[in-house]
């Protein structure tokens, strides 16, 4: 059995998850300049939601109440900026997502909160626990923020028709 040594692994854990910011970021640009459809708001966290095939595996079990304050600090908390800068804009009858510099500097402050929470939370539970705790925290705030996109798009499709 290969022994991986935990600072190899705490690195390629933060390189990850800049990689995955920097992904989701290049992919928010690109997307700007195609049309919104219900399907490209809804696939995004029902894609993510697989991730939760890791609670199949006892070292990422972490208690209810831990998963709860994840979740409800991802919706009450880092949604919510999200959400407010979130807008749609009609052009020759499509529907796009209007490009927002805000939403850039919001990922990037998450991003550097989570690395500075996850260092701070890796001395007290597990890295597979850390990672359960961040991926219900993300899951939590992808979740309202795209049920807020699919409210605002449905009524901008019903005022515009």
Do not use: N
Request: aromatic letters at 14%; charged letters at 10%.
């Amino acid at each position: 059995m290969t022994y991986i040594h935990w600072p190899s692994l705490q690195t390629a854990v933060t390189f990850g998850a800049i990689g995955m910011a920097i992904m989701a970021m290049f992919l928010r640009l690109r997307a700007g300049g195609r049309p919104v459809t219900v399907r490209k708001i809804v696939i995004p966290p029902l894609g993510m939601s697989t991730g939760f095939l890791m609670f199949a595996f006892p070292m990422t079990h972490i208690p209810w109440l831990w998963a709860l304050l994840a979740f409800a600090a991802g919706a009450c908390v880092f949604a919510v900026p999200l959400i407010m800068t979130t807008r749609f804009q009609v052009t020759d009858g499509q529907v796009y997502v209007q490009q927002s510099k805000q939403f850039m500097v919001i990922l990037l402050g998450l991003l550097v909160l989570r690395l500075a929470l996850h260092s701070y939370i890796e001395e007290y539970i597990s890295i597979a626990q850390t990672g359960a705790v961040f991926f219900i925290l993300a899951f939590g705030m992808i979740l309202p923020w795209r049920a807020a996109m699919l409210i605002r798009y449905r009524r901008l499709l019903r005022s515009i028709r």
